[in-house]
């Protein structure tokens, strides 16, 4: 069996074992593609540990970050440990190599007033009417419930049937979870169905509640990307600044900034782990810091 035919197993096996998500299995795909093309072919049991440092110092010099190294290498080590477990290998070459560490960056956020404007300009932006109440219902969704991107486009138009106070959220790897509405974010809701539903096809009604034309059935990630640029911009905020993950990093430092108990966040945001929810402790450590450093009189000068 080639080295690419093993590489297409580890990732099928995967994605049926953990439920991995589409753009997951693509990453892992991409990721050790790059790494079989730069073993020229050679046959997996062929590979040894010099071979994989070196792949990873070729990776340095090309200047990736260090999260897309740790990234390649995490794929690395899945894939020759699914060898050894398969027998295709009697070691584990890739088992001591240690990886470059990740950095610890702070999520971008958006203040309150920010994100009150981002979804007033909301209600303004697009060619028609229709168009205006999806983009304002898709913002205040976002940020009342900090859903990641991909669940709230294709979000199935009967969770939100009956004014809703709460949505059942499908995450990563088909987990479940409910999280509440705010009055805001119900009442676009309720707009945003009468619009739909008035010019949803009725003869193949979209299961979606944001349809679209496209393959997907659904409005896509990319579009949404381009939309809350738009938004941005009409807001008068940077759109370099605005993108649909950093509402998902307001609505948490917001949260917490108000009082919110941070396992209560963990289970709102479908994080696994709670060390993954704990970095907006940090965030919310440094803008007191910078709130004391610019207001303290004893700061100033």
Request: charge should be positive; glycine fraction near 8%; charged fraction near 25%.
């Amino acid at each position: 069996m080639t080295l690419g035919r093993q590489i297409s197993s580890f990732i099928d096996a995967r994605a049926a074992e953990a439920g991995a998500a589409e753009n997951t299995r693509l990453a892992y795909m991409r990721d050790l593609s790059d790494f079989g093309t730069w073993m020229g072919g050679r046959d997996l049991p062929d590979i040894d540990r010099s071979d994989i440092e070196g792949y990873l110092l070729h990776c340095t010099d090309q200047g990736l970050a260090v999260s897309t190294r740790a990234r390649r290498l995490s794929a690395i080590k899945g894939l020759f440990r699914f060898a050894y477990e398969e027998g295709w290998r009697t070691d584990n070459p890739a088992l001591r190599i240690k990886g470059p560490g990740r950095e610890k960056r702070l999520p971008k956020t958006l203040e309150v007033e920010e994100v009150d404007r981002l979804i007033d300009a909301a209600r303004r932006t697009g060619r028609a009417e229709a168009d205006k109440v999806r983009n304002a219902c898709l913002l205040e969704i976002l940020y009342a419930t900090g859903m990641r991107v991909t669940e709230l486009v294709s979000l199935p138009v009967a969770a939100a049937r009956g004014d809703p106070r709460m949505l059942l959220i499908r995450g990563k790897g088909g987990k479940e979870r409910v999280v509440p509405l705010t009055d805001g974010a119900r009442t676009a809701l309720t707009t945003w169905l009468t619009i739909r539903d008035g010019t949803d096809d009725a003869k193949a009604p979209s299961r979606f509640l944001f349809p679209s034309r496209g393959k997907a059935g659904h409005l896509t990630r990319h579009r949404f990307f381009q939309l809350i640029k738009e938004i941005a911009l009409e807001a008068g905020l940077d759109p370099a600044k605005v993108t649909p993950h950093t509402l998902r990093h307001a609505f948490a430092t917001h949260l917490l900034a108000g009082g919110a108990d941070l396992m209560a966040i963990q289970a709102l945001l479908g994080h696994a782990d709670v060390a993954t929810t704990e970095i907006y402790t940090h965030v919310l450590d440094q803008r007191l810091q910078e709130l004391v450093l610019q207001h303290h009189p004893l700061a100033k000068g």
